[in-house]
T-cell receptor
């Protein structure tokens, strides 16, 4: 009974391709997030949804597009992949603002 | 804007040594403060939290106290184990704007047997 799950765990693809990463949480949380972690472990927020509404949209290329079909799912679609997109992408969810976040296991994206 | 500053690593300790990882923050009002741990190949796990001044968060032998006067939230453990080897992140959740979580750069801890 995984709390926050992501698929796939590994994704290797070529430059210029389009790919999607899926995230699901079964915790009943209202808020979900996407983060990018680079090779130096720096964690950068990309997007956040609250009850399917986009509330945080950081400065990321518009090749990245989040989609939240319902409160339990938040997917990330990436168009025209570039070498610099290689990173680990984490999905997270959160109940009340003061309760912290619950992270998925991550998706390691490698663009060749 | 809000920010979090962590001590740079790596931190290398012998088993049973005392651990301190420093974390200071800049934020308006009273943010919520967190420590997360990331083991190799895994996602971040919430380790402990504190939501108001003088609160002490604790879990698995780790502790951190919310110090408003010094804007700090240092992580401590009295006796580390090899299994504590991981990357530790300090984070805050602001009280204004979009209520983003802001993470520090992470501190790698290596514990030697």
């Amino acid at each position: 009974d995984t709390a926050v799950s992501q698929t796939p765990k590994y994704l290797v693809t070529q430059m210029g391709n389009d790919k999607s990463i899926k995230c699901e949480q079964n915790l009943g949380h209202d808020t979900m997030y996407w983060y990018k972690q680079d090779s130096k472990k720096f964690l950068k927020i990309m997007f956040s949804y609250n009850n399917k509404e986009l509330i945080i949209n950081e400065t990321v290329p518009n090749r990245f597009s989040p989609k939240s079909p319902d409160k339990a799912h938040l997917n990330l679609h990436i168009n025209s992949l570039e070498l610099g997109d290689s990173a680990v992408y984490f999905c997270a969810s959160s109940p009340l603002p003061s309760e912290g976040q619950y992270f998925g296991p991550g998706t390691r994206l490698t663009v060749t | 804007g809000d920010s979090v500053t962590q001590m740079e690593g790596p931190v290398t300790l012998s088993e049973e040594a005392f651990l301190t990882i420093n974390c200071t923050y800049t934020a308006t009002g009273y943010p919520s403060l967190f420590w997360y741990v990331q083991y190799p190949g895994e996602g971040l796990q919430l380790l402990l939290k504190a939501t108001k001044a003088d609160d002490k968060g604790s879990n698995k032998g780790f502790e951190a106290t919310y110090r408003k006067e010094t804007t700090s939230f240092h992580l401590e453990k009295g006796s580390v184990q090899v299994s504590d080897s991981a990357v530790y992140f300090c984070a805050l959740r602001g009280t204004s704007g979009t209520y983003k979580y802001i993470f520090g750069t992470g501190t790698r801890l290596k514990v030697l047997a």
